[in-house]
């Protein structure tokens, strides 16, 4: 059989308001209690989902926060038990799913990666055999020596994914972690895990960047609600997630906290189509239940593979808001959009500075597409071939 992992009708249930017994005394002292009515609502994070993956594959999982990505992760890393449902992994499992997974935090770096290693059932001559490869692209060579407490998240990240990759897994798991390190790090690590999948190894990578996804994967998995929604193409899976938004973004439930009402956008022509080098506008209603000391919103216009394109950002300072309780509203308008044609969407975030809470990130929301109407011209315009447009004028001058 050619199956690296096979899923089979896996779900997942949580009951919200629960409280486990968190040690043996509680769980003992709870039979003695009296019993309270249960208030508490089940959710669930995955509903009977099913799908094979092949060795040698390089899978994407994509979705919104709380689609159950993780969740996933969770229960083929064998971190969490599903509540119904099988899975069958044909090798060994390394997994990287957030800093910190399977480091202990007074051990050295050098002590990690033996504990590691043998978590994952090798011999003290297999890591030893592979352990200067693993410092070497970890860069973490001068703090080896030195408890993993004291790593900065990069740090943290860096001798993790070395770790996971390095000893030679056959099924590789990686989460939104590698977010943490910066871009020539991350650069290694969509190399690595390619040449691990060429030597016939299996990958899951989980990622919101879209652009990434699409360098490393043929094909995705995409999540929502805790079902399959698509399984297929990557650049079909893609497309799907970012237009699962719709062109206004409302949020029609009560919030106890400051919080984003309302997003739209205002194109230049119809529902969400935009002229290039025509005025384009996005409004934000912003509720708030407090006085905030230095309120900022701030957005990012995204390509449709995942790729920030510009980030604009209004503080306080700037222009007045949340300096008092009620709604706020707030435009942000472009005289001229000259994004190159093809499709996009925001990603808004609303925090106060003086304290750092951040409120909320709102991912993929109000999907638009600018186009090129009524010009004709020898050429065509290239899907992806830019970003942007800029005025411009040529003439001859000799």
């Not at 009296?34 to 609502?41: E, R």
């Not at 860069?139 to 860096?158: C, W």
């Not at 510009?310 to 309780?325: K, Q």
Request: proline share 3%; aromatic share 10%.
């Amino acid at each position: 059989m050619n199956t690296a992992i096979k899923v089979e009708k896996i779900a997942k249930c949580y009951r919200l308001g629960a409280i486990k017994d968190s040690t043996f005394r509680d769980s003992i002292s709870s039979i003695f209690k009296p019993k309270k009515a249960n208030n508490s609502t089940l959710f669930w994070a995955l509903k009977e989902i099913s799908f094979n993956v092949n060795k040698g594959e390089i899978i994407g999982i994509i979705g919104k926060n709380g689609a159950g990505k993780s969740t996933l992760l969770k229960i083929l890393s064998q971190i969490t038990k599903p509540s119904s449902g099988k899975i069958e992994l044909k090798g060994r499992v390394a997994s990287l799913l957030e800093v910190g997974t399977g480091f202990h935090p007074e051990l050295t770096g050098r002590e990690n990666i033996f504990l590691n290693g043998t978590i994952l059932g090798m011999k003290r001559t297999e890591i030893i055999s592979k352990f200067d490869e693993i410092v070497a692209f970890s860069g973490v060579e001068k703090f080896l020596d030195t408890p993993v407490k004291h790593y900065s998240s990069g740090m943290y990240v860096r001798l993790a994914f070395a770790v996971a990759a390095h000893l030679e897994p056959e099924i590789l798991i990686i989460d939104e972690v590698l977010a943490v390190g910066d871009s020539d790090f991350q650069k290694k690590c969509l190399g690595k895990m390619s040449e691990v999948a060429n030597s016939g190894r299996t990958v899951l990578f989980v990622s919101h960047n879209m652009q990434a996804v699409s360098a490393l994967t043929k094909k995705c998995i995409l999540l929502n609600d805790g079902m399959i929604e698509y399984f297929g193409d990557t650049n079909a899976a893609i497309q799907k997630y970012l237009c699962n938004s719709n062109e206004i973004y409302i949020n029609l439930t009560k919030q106890d906290y400051p919080h984003i009402k309302k997003v739209e956008i205002h194109s230049s022509e119809s529902t969400n189509i935009h002229q290039v080098n025509k005025p384009f506008a996005i409004t934000f209603d912003i509720e708030t239940n407090q006085l905030l000391k230095g309120a900022a919103v701030s957005f990012q216009i995204i390509d449709n593979e995942g790729t920030p394109i510009t980030h604009v950002l209004n503080i306080d300072s700037e222009v007045p808001f949340c300096n008092e309780i009620g709604v706020f509203k707030l435009k942000c308008a472009f005289p001229k959009l000259r994004l190159y044609p093809g499709k996009y969407s925001l990603t808004v975030y609303f925090a106060e500075l003086s304290t750092k809470n951040h409120f909320e990130t709102l991912e993929n929301i109000c999907p638009f597409e600018v186009v090129v109407l009524n010009e004709i011209r020898d050429y065509y315009w290239i899907p992806n071939h830019a970003r942007y447009i800029d005025d411009y004028q040529w003439s001859l001058i000799s």
